[in-house]
């Protein structure tokens, strides 16, 4: 169950606290889903053909070869074009705005944006030296933006930005990463418009601050929940999910050490491993999904 959280824990070796270039905050590299960089390249071009690309996709192949091009150079090729052609995909105020609506679990019709994406987005273009389009990408992330929700612990980010905030637990933490990074290479990078890093940099602590203060909301009997949307019932997370919410947490501990993170990880890392607990989230898993079915994305005119 955990071989990912292993591979993740491998990965992060590599990576040194206060040093994003010297590696990422968990294992994108299944989601490079090939087996050569000319394989990655051709599916990148697929990708980047269909009129419903998911930019969140083309962003975590590009960190993927990223990672893979830690130990092969080959593969910081594909890097640099999934991030050239997402850098030309931003708009006027360095959004990545989805031209279809997301009908499935929220109901977003389009243009929407993801606190997920821009993060990503920011992080690819930084280690592809990218930087007035780091730079434009996190602006979203800094608000007032519809992807910042404003809660009395702090900010919160937003994968999905609907009414009332999902607050989505994997899509906050991400976020987080890319005003980290930003903020981190600012002071050293000339080409950084330092006003932007240090205002990621307050922003990060504030939502690393607010992270810690709220985690205990995503519990759900030893589980952790995939958001706090007010759904008919409690959405937990599926097992992949989970698994990536103890990764996320632990990746952020490591920035912010604050002991709640840490803990809720271990505690969640345990139920993990007990099959009761774990049939228990899976049952009322598939019940919510028989409350509130996926449907596919619906093609939409930008706006």
């Given at each position: 169950?955990?071989?990912?959280l292993?591979?993740?824990?491998?990965?992060?070796?590599?990576?040194?606290?206060g040093?994003?270039l010297s590696?990422y905050?968990?294992?994108?590299t299944?989601?490079?889903?090939?087996?050569?960089?000319?394989d990655?390249?051709?599916r990148?071009?697929?990708?980047?053909?269909?009129?419903m690309?998911?930019?969140?996709?083309?962003?975590?192949?590009g960190l993927?070869?990223w990672?893979?091009?830690?130990t092969?150079?080959?593969?910081?090729?594909v890097?640099?074009?999934a991030?050239?052609?997402?850098?030309?995909?931003?708009?006027d105020?360095?959004r990545l705005?989805?031209?279809?609506?997301?009908p499935?679990?929220y109901?977003?019709?389009?243009?929407?944006?993801?606190s997920?994406?821009?993060?990503?987005?920011?992080?690819?273009?930084?280690?592809?030296?990218?930087?007035?389009?780091?730079a434009a990408?996190?602006t979203?992330?800094?608000?007032?933006?519809?992807i910042?929700?404003?809660?009395?612990?702090g900010?919160?980010?937003?994968?999905?930005?609907?009414?009332?905030p999902?607050?989505?637990?994997?899509?906050?933490?991400y976020?987080?990463f890319?005003?980290?990074?930003l903020?981190?290479?600012?002071?050293?990078?000339?080409?950084?418009p330092?006003?932007?890093a240090?205002?990621a940099?307050?922003a990060?602590?504030?939502?690393?601050?607010?992270?810690?203060?709220?985690?205990?909301?995503?519990d759900?009997?030893?589980w952790?929940?995939?958001d706090?949307?007010?759904h008919?019932i409690?959405?937990?997370?599926s097992?992949?999910?989970?698994?990536?919410?103890?990764?996320?947490?632990r990746a952020l501990?490591?920035l912010v050490?604050?002991?709640?993170?840490?803990?809720?990880?271990?505690?969640?890392?345990?139920s993990?491993?007990?099959?009761?607990r774990q049939?228990?989230?899976?049952?009322?898993k598939v019940?919510?999904r028989?409350?509130?079915p996926r449907?596919?994305?619906?093609?939409?005119d930008?706006?």
């Open positions: 169950m955990f071989s990912r292993h591979r993740t824990r491998q990965l992060r070796g590599t990576y040194r606290v040093d994003p590696g905050y968990n294992d994108l299944p989601e490079v889903r090939a087996a050569t960089p000319e990655a390249t051709r990148l071009a697929a990708l980047c053909a269909d009129p690309v998911n930019y969140t996709t083309v962003a975590q192949l993927g070869a990672q893979l091009g830690l092969d150079q080959r593969w910081l090729e890097t640099t074009a991030a050239r052609w997402l850098a030309g995909r931003l708009d105020d360095g705005a989805f031209a279809w609506g997301m499935h679990t109901d977003l019709p389009a243009p929407w944006i993801s997920l994406t821009q993060s990503e987005a920011v992080s690819l273009f930084l280690r592809s030296s990218l930087y007035a389009e780091a990408a996190a979203p992330l800094l608000g007032p933006s519809p910042v929700a404003a809660t009395t612990d900010p919160v980010l937003q994968e999905y930005p609907t009414t009332p999902a607050h989505v637990l994997n899509g906050w933490i976020g987080l890319g005003l980290y990074d903020a981190t290479l600012g002071p050293r990078v000339q080409e950084l330092q006003e932007v240090a205002a940099g307050d990060f602590e504030r939502g690393g601050a607010a992270v810690a203060a709220r985690v205990h909301l995503y759900a009997w030893g952790s929940r995939y706090l949307y007010p008919r409690v959405h937990v997370a097992p992949y999910y989970h698994r990536l919410h103890i990764e996320l947490l501990h490591d050490p604050d002991e709640r993170l840490v803990a809720a990880a271990d505690r969640w890392e345990a993990a491993g007990r099959p009761l049939g228990v989230a899976l049952s009322r019940a919510f028989l409350l509130r449907r596919p994305p619906r093609q939409t930008s706006a």
